[in-house]
T-cell receptor
Framework: AQKITQTQPGMFVQEKEAVTLDCTYD???????LFWYKQPSSGEMIFLIY??????QNATEGRYSLNFQKARKSANLVISASQLGDSAMYFC????????????FGTGTSLTVIP | GAGVSQSPSNKVTEKGKDVELRCDPI?????LYWYRQSLGQGLEFLIY????????KSGLPSDRFSAERTGGSVSTLTIQRTQQEDSAVYLC?????????????????FGPGTRLTVL
């Protein structure tokens, strides 16, 4: 069974500071992908970053980086130099090669950036 | 269009009525997905299309829910005899699922959602 766990329902960070949002996963697939999405109050899901299970280097995308620790089955999102516009819900998701095309989402972390 | 579009953006209906939600995926994207998000919750997978066929309908919560896709493009999600527990945001996503490509690398792009309220 596939499972994504996000243990932080809410996080606060000071503007311009870095913040780490936790995500752990459980899968028996050898090949899988990990994704992070941002959902602002407008409701739209915005793709942020992707990490493949065979990728040796951590993914980076601008101020976003993914701290991938395969042995620990964790895929934490790091946001550097937080901005007020980063305040949103953040969802971790996984898709495995043996689970068809279904994405499994975590319950999300609400991030609030404090000026 | 540049992104996934959904209509209507908001729908208020009375219990027992049927509703149709529409999704227009990104041009050229072969895969299309429907999700449901209840207030303060994560995403619940409903159904997935590859082209016009739906190989995975496992997430549809009841036989009141159905979906179709025509021409490999637009999809409609129909909810018959709506109930109050159907109230949620219904999100559609599409992806470019290449033949022989690894599904692990297939990124989904989401539409803005339809907020359904059943009174």
């Amino acid at each position: 069974a596939q499972k994504i766990t996000q243990t932080q329902p809410g996080m606060f960070v000071q503007e311009k500071e870095a913040v780490t949002l936790d995500c752990t996963y459980d899968t028996s697939d050898q090949s899988y992908g990990l994704f992070w999405y941002k959902q602002p109050s407008s409701g739209e899901m915005i793709f942020l970053i992707y990490q493949g299970s065979y990728d040796e280097q951590n993914a980076t995308e601008g101020r976003y980086s993914l701290n991938f620790q395969k042995a620990r089955k964790s895929a934490n999102l790091v946001i550097s130099a937080s901005q007020l516009g980063d305040s949103a819900m953040y969802f971790c998701a996984m898709r495995g090669s043996n689970t068809g095309n279904q994405f499994y989402f975590g319950t999300g972390t609400s991030l609030t950036v404090i000026p | 269009g540049a992104g996934v579009s959904q209509s209507p953006s908001n729908k208020v209906t009375e219990k027992g009525k049927d509703v149709e939600l529409r999704c227009d995926p990104i041009s050229g994207h072969t895969a299309l997905y429907w999700y449901r998000q209840s207030l303060g919750q994560g995403l619940e997978f409903l159904i997935y299309f590859q082209g016009n066929s739906a190989p995975d309908k496992s997430g549809l919560p009841s036989d009141r829910f159905s979906a179709e896709r025509t021409g490999g493009s637009v999809s409609t999600l129909t909810i018959q005899r709506t109930q109050q527990e159907d109230s949620a945001v219904y999100l559609c996503a599409s992806s470019l699922l290449l033949a022989g490509g690894s599904p692990s690398t297939d990124t989904q792009y989401f539409g803005p959602g339809t907020r359904l309220t059943v009174l």
